[in-house]
């Protein structure tokens, strides 16, 4: 077993009042845990009128695909017990993508904030979050006749088809190693 902080994962209950789920003829197959790394970083600069501002950034990292994105907070997790073969293993290094984390946030400070001075930023705190997805396959609606399946993300509660999203497709179909 592994223990590893994890996002609040939906109850089968709760999984089934999901807009859109209900209406679907659907098993669910399996759950798997994706990472996303979280850092928070401080960043010193001088705005327009040369007053010294700290700004506090949050940057969430798929550890999949290895693209990243600014988040307003980190989300909730506890520490749980999982099997091992539910946690998919993180495909990109973090240490390969702080550089160009930290670069995106220095070009946002430069571009969009607009600030007097190039911006001093520190890395502070950063941790590993799990994220739950849940597949569930059938046949969709009743009229439909080929199966299909389809992607819970429980931390939006939004579901969607899982060929819309490739990257990790290839972890719940083509048995790729997890684990």
């Not at 759950?31 to 705005?47: C, D, G, M, Q, R």
């Not at 695909?65 to 973090?94: C, M, T, W």
Request: proline share 4%; no cysteine; hydrophobic share 35%.
């Amino acid at each position: 077993m592994k223990t590893v902080k994890v996002t609040e994962m939906l109850t089968k209950e709760e999984a089934l009042h999901v807009k859109g789920l209900r209406a679907l003829q659907t098993n669910r197959t399996r759950t798997l845990l994706f990472p996303i790394h979280f850092s928070v970083w401080t960043v010193e600069a001088k705005n327009i009128l040369r007053q010294n501002r700290t700004h506090k950034v949050i940057v969430g990292l798929d550890l999949i695909k290895g693209k990243y994105s600014f988040a307003e907070s980190i989300p909730d997790s506890s520490d749980e017990v999982v099997h091992p073969l539910r946690v998919v293993n993180s495909q990109i290094p973090i240490d390969t993508k702080k550089d160009a984390v930290k670069e995106h946030i220095r070009n946002y400070f430069i571009h969009y904030k607009k600030v007097w001075s190039p911006p001093v930023i520190e890395l502070e705190k950063e941790e590993v979050i799990y994220m739950p997805y849940t597949v569930f396959s059938g046949s969709g609606h009743s009229k439909q006749k080929a199966e299909k399946n389809f992607l819970l993300e429980h931390h939006t509660r939004n579901l969607d088809a899982l060929s819309n999203h490739p990257h990790l497709e290839r972890f719940f179909l083509k048995g790729s190693e997890i684990g």
